[in-house]
């Protein structure tokens, strides 16, 4: 990086990077300014959440956090990754003091209209230096309208290690503050496997593993993926199925209704949705927009990978992949390397926040409909304490 490039131009000057496998090399990445801070959240109690059925809403808590920046940040890009039942973002130190806010309001809207916790936390990126790890990040380019930051490093771990022992803890929102949410929705029907399996991965450096063995774990596994038709990706190049009413048309009357009544804005989206399923379904162009290419820039854009202290995907594959995938990973773990959890369903589920049709730069998040990276993540959990 440039030395004359501030910390207020430092993700914008990042190269976006166009083969996800080259983000398994830890040189692919740069280290986050000083200055910087990472917000983080996730759902206490999320297991028992996913077991009592709503997975859904803690997937639209997760992405409520990002969508409230996207929001703050009015069409600037900055790093942000989601994680099922929660997400992490980094902004610079201008932007601190709202961030917080917004996160603080999303806890009180997650509350209250989902009934669940949100735990949320601000932590300085000098504090995570401090403590011995590092906050790295590089841009992936999924299509040509649409990146996704990936993290390496350590820091977001440690920082959500620290969140979840009560650390850095955000203020809570005054009493009625509400987050925009704007463009967060759940409208896609659920994804079927089409090679019989969804796997969700959640594959981790082990304790005292080095980041070049790492890489060589991650690079195997990757290989694996890419013996399937594009790479495991769940969605099909044309896109996700609609239905109507959409199955998430609840969730978006809790994050668009604002102060208006919940059936008053159930009314105005089923009337919204309906159009949107009627154009969508017959592929039929109207006033410039195309229902047939939105559907394929969805699967574009969609986000079923990413490196995040990590490797975390949700792929759609076959029963002998997984055991393949499983057998590298339980060698790898044998040899101190990793440690990780696997987790299978019959279907993928999206949550996306698409600021407007008529624009690329919608995105579109994938987890297992069944739990997925809560699941996988429950698994490394319970081995670290057989």
């Not at 009934?115 to 841009?139: F, K, M, N, Y």
């Not at 044309?238 to 048309?249: D, H, I, N, Q, T």
């Not at 229902?291 to 792929?315: H, I, W």
Request: glycine fraction near 10%; proline fraction near 6%.
């Amino acid at each position: 990086m440039d030395s004359l490039v501030t910390a207020t131009d430092f993700y914008d000057a990042l190269p976006r990077l166009a083969t996800f496998g080259t983000l398994a090399d830890p040189g692919s990445y740069t280290p986050l300014p000083d200055d910087w801070v990472i917000g983080c959240a996730d759902i206490v109690g999320s297991t028992r959440a996913i077991a009592e059925g709503q997975y859904k809403k803690v997937n639209m808590a997760g992405a409520a956090v990002i969508s409230a920046q996207i929001n703050l940040m009015g069409g600037r890009d900055f790093p942000f990754i989601f994680g099922g039942d929660g997400a992490a973002f980094a902004v610079g130190p201008d932007d601190a003091a709202r961030s917080a806010e917004a996160l603080a309001a999303v806890q009180a809207w997650t509350r209250a209209e989902c009934g669940l916790e949100l735990r949320v936390a601000q932590v300085p990126v000098s504090t995570i230096r401090a403590a011995g790890r590092d906050v790295l990040v590089a841009r992936y380019s999924a299509s040509a309208d649409v990146d996704y930051a990936m993290f390496a490093g350590g820091g977001l771990s440690w920082a959500e290690a620290r969140m979840k022992a009560g650390d850095f803890a955000v203020p809570a929102a005054p009493p009625g503050q509400l987050p925009d949410l704007s463009g967060l929705s759940c409208r896609w029907a659920q994804i079927r496997a089409r090679n019989g399996v969804i796997l969700s991965a959640v594959i981790r450096p082990a304790p005292g593993a080095g980041s070049t063995a790492f890489a060589r774990v991650t690079e195997k596994v990757l290989a694996i993926a890419h013996r399937i038709d594009r790479d495991g990706h769940p969605l099909p190049a044309a896109g996700a199925e609609v239905g109507w009413p959409p199955s998430g048309l609840g969730l978006e009357v809790l994050a668009s209704r604002g102060s208006v009544p919940a059936w008053k804005r159930r009314l105005q989206l089923l009337a919204e949705t309906l159009v949107a399923w009627f154009f969508l379904r017959t592929g039929l162009p109207v006033g410039g927009f195309d229902p047939a290419e939105y559907r394929r820039a969805v699967a574009r854009n969609a986000d079923f990978r990413k490196f995040d202290d990590g490797l975390k995907m949700t792929l759609d594959v076959d029963p002998a992949t997984v055991e393949d995938l499983r057998g590298v990973l339980e060698q790898a773990q044998a040899d101190g390397i990793v440690e990780f959890g696997l987790f299978q369903q019959e279907e993928a589920m999206m949550t996306c926040i698409v600021p407007s049709p008529r624009q690329g730069n919608h995105v579109h998040f994938i987890d297992g409909a069944s739990g997925g990276y809560t699941q996988a993540a429950a698994q490394i959990k319970r081995a670290a304490t057989a």
